[in-house]
């Protein structure tokens, strides 16, 4: 093993005194090797961006740092900050989580990737383009004399990410530090970036500092593995040993937390074979917005057939643009469909409009993803939860003692309801839109991405609890999601969408061990360090 | 502006004048039993020279601080009245614009914009010429030119709160679009109105100042701006009387501004907590 | 080059309809009258026999039908036939063309003066943030928001005409002094000074808050992250990265406050002497000429509506992520 390129003594950054905690992170000692990728893993709050922000010192103003920082002997700590700024960029090149806000909308890539080398290297304008280029066509850029006269927006998530790593690799830095660099990616762009990364870690000979917060991300790219929970370094070692065997309890409940991609049969669920849902040939179109920012045009849905069982549980994955978030909100009537027919138990709804349409949709209720988004901050939880009783005309404390007891059930304190939603944490939060959606005591849940912004440990617990109440209630299902692993925990069937298609569908478990379509199968392929912990012991 | 101590300072400071301005302007038939017309003395006294009158006279006599008294009464009615007239319309205007979208969206921004096209203060003048000057066509003018800002400002809230799950769910569990409007998406942008409402209570003032100044006030009362305007011939010699009734505008337009700028910052942590 | 052309058809277009639409408003206000229209207006210019009403009356045809009304008066507008002045006893057209390059002097000068002083000291203010410099910086802008236009016009004159002699206090030119060359632009210049400035104070405010309120959320930002990350000194992340997407709202202000800044120049003109569109709509309420003021109103309204047009193409300049080619 040769010496060390980075290491880190003792590194602690305290915060200010308003903050909930005295340190992000506390006598962290790690070291990175010049050839070998360590992963940083934990969940929100662990400390590891600052941590990766300690190591190029970009700490906010307000934090305070101490320990040593040695990069290649010289203590980065101490320098002063002229001589870091010669290191930043030069030896250390960081790659960050999201790529569209991560560049400058009004440069092209061109002009901010050419900016590192006419930072640090003294080349001629000429020579800049060439090296300019050459780091662009590194990163397996499709056309990089294209790409560096594009500006960001014109290029899809996976060419921005490939850009910022150019940006990042331009001047062959000895280390890389990548803060979530595919998490917000889409699963099979995310496989070609890492597999991308470990290229050029292995061709450039650099050692990787790789933040991230999925141990499947961990299991197929890293070498070393680094825990962090709450500031402090929990547990540290090749990764084959820390995630297979894991010694300390954090660690254990983080990897047990995680999905399996082939669980257990477990016990069958309440499900029969007559069909609750179905839903045929549904077609929309959407006529794309003239807007200031071009983003992602709003997929439409091209002759989609599903259905549903009743007590069973549906998904529907796929990646962003497959449409499955408008097949959602077309369920649940939040759109109406151009064409074709939803059918719950015998009523024909496609196209039912006002009144009557209000009068039958309690019977279909969605949970959506984004938690602090999906409760009307200013009213109180028990308002909230019983809202969907009140409007039927139920008087307020008849609808409060309801909702206490929905609180309840999600597993949540009923004095909940007095507080407002901002105390709550993103958790809890999703509970009580659980509540609330079932107070009106709804025949289908639609659930849209309900666990995908939650850390991996409270997503286990909302999926268990999902599974519960679908025992306890009787609830047919409908999950949507992007996580592969989740599905095949949390659905008995699942439709793959791709394109505004679904291209496959059928049984969960004979989809994902036996996939038909290609595109199915990419899928599967795609996902992080699928061959480890994809079966129950 | 910088650290909390200003902010605290600048948000009691303009309380405090605002307070102090408006309680003038409700007690000038006490204070002025007469009105800022009798002839109380020679013309063109000087301020601060005679106990009787403080702040000295103008050409006719008259009490430059009985003036100043019942303009303040004037300018704040218009101020308030007219704000309140626009917010009226412009809320009205951006929420049915914000909500319905399609069409409706359009046909209303394009209404607005026309009326953001044409100078204002060009347009009162206007408005104002052709019915007449007097406190209520002021009122009527001010609130016609000044509604389009409120109007795009709730427009763009709604449309984002629209889009917010929150009002989504409210969809599903079959809550009717007017309880959603009234109850759920204005309350959650009544910070931005009432912080925008101050402001423009400012800039009635300013405009009926300068209607008043350019000789299209109500002839029955007297304004500040009528009073800079009486005193502008007399600017060498009598300096005061263009000075003083110009540094009332100012101060009450800073207070309301000031006042404005830590109504945001109080609001808008409350927003955040 | 051809997605831009069709961008400024579009844009063109646009325009149009907005000018239609002013029409409407202009033929809508001038109806606001009440009472009969002939007579007002007859009334308004000092008097006239029942022959000059019923001429009146003809020629703006108001004992036609209303939409007839509406046509013959769009026709005239586009034969830019604003109607007659009787204040001037000339065509309302030749009267605003004549004043109308005053007050383009006049605006421009400010405009950019406002803009260019503004952007930079609201840079230096979001540079200097929570610092004295930043203090002062807002503290001025605060104070000049809240300034009277008018007033502030006239404490200018008493400084740096009654006290201190420097400056004319009105007019764009001297009496007896030649029309053209060197000579005469300095002394338009000497002229123009006071009402420029005075003009420009306020609507620097606006520009200062803004720019620093901009600089401070761009900061913000993660690609000022990315810019350090790449070892940029924070002088150069501000040039080369944070001012840049600043300017961005600032150019979109300027189209906004062109409207205001012609509705100020009424005042600033007023108090200066100014001879332009300003000075000319007093002149107009003071004696009631509706013809001129309505012809005031419209001919401002197209020339904001033509300044956004340039502002507009500018900002997509600028801006590459609006959509220039296509819809």
Partial sequence: MSDALLDLAQVSVRLPPDADRAFAIADVSLRV????????????????????????????????????????????AQLPEAAMRAIRGAEIGMVFQEPMAALNPIQTIGRQVGEVLRLHAGLSARARRDA????????????????????????????????????????????????????????????QILQLIRELQAQNQMGVLFITHDFGVVAEIADRVVVMQNGHLVEEGPVAAVINAPKHPYTQSLIAAVPKLRPAPGV????????????????????????????????????????????????????????????????????????????????????????????????????????????????????????????????????????????????????????????????QRQRIALARALAVEPEILVADEPVSALDVSVQAQVLALLADLRAKLGLSLIFITHDLRVAANVCDLVAV?????????????????NPAHPYTQALLDSIPGRDWNAAPH | ?????????????????????????????????????????????????????????????????????????????????????????????????????????????????????????????????????????IIIGIAVVSWPPVARLVRGEFLSLSNREFVQSCLLIGVSPARIVFLEILPNCAAPIIVTGSIMVA??????????????????????????????????????????????????VLAINLFGEALTEALGARRRA | MSGRIAFLLRRLGHAVVMVVGIAVLTFFVLHLIPGDLAEYMAAQGGGGDAAYVADLRARFGLDQPLWLQFFTFLSSLIRLDLGYSFRDNLPVIDVIMTRLPATLLLMSISIAFAFIVGALLGAISAMRVHRLTDAIISFLAVLGYATPLFWLGLLMIYLFTVKLGWLPSSGMRTIGRPAAGWDAAADVARHVVMPALTLAL??????????????????????????????????????????????????????????????????????????????????????????????????????????????????????????????
């Fill in chain 1, 497 to 513: 969408m791709q394109n505004g298609k679904v291209v496959e569908s059928g049984e969960t478990a004979r989809v994902f061990a």
């Fill in chain 2, 1 to 137: 502006m910088p650290a909390r101590p200003w902010r605290r300072f600048s948000g009691l400071f303009s309380l405090v004048v605002l307070g102090a301005i408006v309680l003038v302007g409700l007690l000038a038939p006490v204070l002025y039993p007469a009105g800022p017309w009798p002839n109380v003395g020679d013309p063109l006294i000087a301020p601060f020279t005679s106990r009787l009158v403080p702040l000295g006279t103008d050409t006719l006599g008259r009490d430059v601080a009985a003036e100043l008294v019942h303009g303040a009464r004037v300018s704040l009615i218009i101020g308030i009245v007219a704000t309140a007239a626009a917010l009226l319309i412009g809320v009205t205007i951006g929420a049915i614009a914000g909500y319905a979208r399609g069409w409706v969206d359009d046909v209303l921004m394009r209404f607005t914009e026309l009326f953001q096209a044409v100078p204002s203060f060009i347009l009162l003048i206007v408005l104002v010429v052709l019915l007449g000057p007097s406190i209520v066509t």
């Fill in chain 1, 268 to 427: 069958p669920t309440q499900r029969s074979d007559d069909i609750i849902l179905r839903v045929a040939h549904v077609t929309k179109s959407y006529r794309s917005a003239a807007g200031i920012l071009r983003g992602k045009p709003t997929p439409g849905l091209d002759d989609v057939s599903v259905a549903l069982m009743k007590g069973a549980s549906l998904g529907i994955v796929g990646e962003s643009g497959s449409g499955k978030s408008t097949l959602a909100r077309c369920i649940v009537r939040l759109m109406q469909p151009d064409a074709g027919s939803m059918r719950l138990h015998d009523l024909e709804y496609a196209s039912l409009s006002g009144r009557a349409m209000r009068r039958q949709i309690q019977r279909i209720q969605m949970v959506f993803q984004d938690t602090s988004g999906s409760l009307n901050p200013r009213k109180k939880v028990g308002d909230l939860v019983g809202q969907g009783l009140m409007v039927r005309g139920t008087r307020r404390h008849e609808a409060w003692r309801r909702a206490e007891e929905l609180l309840a059930m999600v597993r949540l304190d009923p004095k909940a309801a007095h507080r407002y939603p901002h105390e709550f944490s993103g958790g």
């Fill in chain 2, 203 to 252: 800039s009635a003032i300013l405009l009926e100042a300068g209607l008043s100044f350019l000789g299209l006030g109500d002839p029955n009362v007297i304004s500040w701006g009528a009073m800079v305007a009486t005193g502008r011939p007399l600017l060498r010699s009598a300096t005061w009387l263009s000075v003083i009734p110009g540094l009332a505008i100012l101060l009450t």
């Fill in chain 1, 132 to 191: 300019m280029l050459a780091a662009l066509t590194q990163v397996r850029l499709r056309d990089p004399l294209r790409a560096s006269r594009s500006y960001p927006h014109q290029l899809s998530g996976g060419e921005r990410q490939r850009a910022m790593i150019a940006m990042a690799l331009a001047l062959k830095p000895r280390l890389l530090i990548a803060d979530e660099p595919t998490t917000a990616l889409d699963v099979t762009t995310q496989a």
């Fill in chain 3, 202 to 327: 306020f609507y620097m405010a606006v520009f200062v808050r803004l720019m620093r309120a901009s600089m401070l959320e761009i900061a913000t930002l993660d690609f000022v992250r990315t810019a350090r990350a790449k070892g940029m000194s924070e002088l150069r992340v501000y040039f080369g990265h944070i001012i840049g997407n600043a300017m961005l709202p600032m150019v979109t202000m300027l189209g906004v406050q062109i409207s205001t800044i012609l509705g100020g120049s009424v005042v600033v003109e007023t108090v200066f002497g100014w001879p332009g569109l300003g000075r000319l709509t007093y002149d107009a309420l003071v004696a009631r000429d509706v013809n001129l003021l309505l012809g005031i109103l419209f001919l401002s309204s197209v020339l904001v509506i033509v300044t956004n047009l340039l502002v507009d193409l500018l900002y997509s300049m600028l801006d590459p992520r609006i959509e220039v080619a296509g819809s």
């Fill in chain 1, 33 to 76: 090797h010049p050839d070998e990728i360590v992963c940083v893993v934990g969940e929100s709050g662990s400390g590891k961006s600052m941590l990766a922000n300690a190591v190029i010192r970009l700490l906010p103003p307000t934090v305070t740092m101490t320990g040593a920082v040695r990069l290649g002997g010289r203590d980065l």
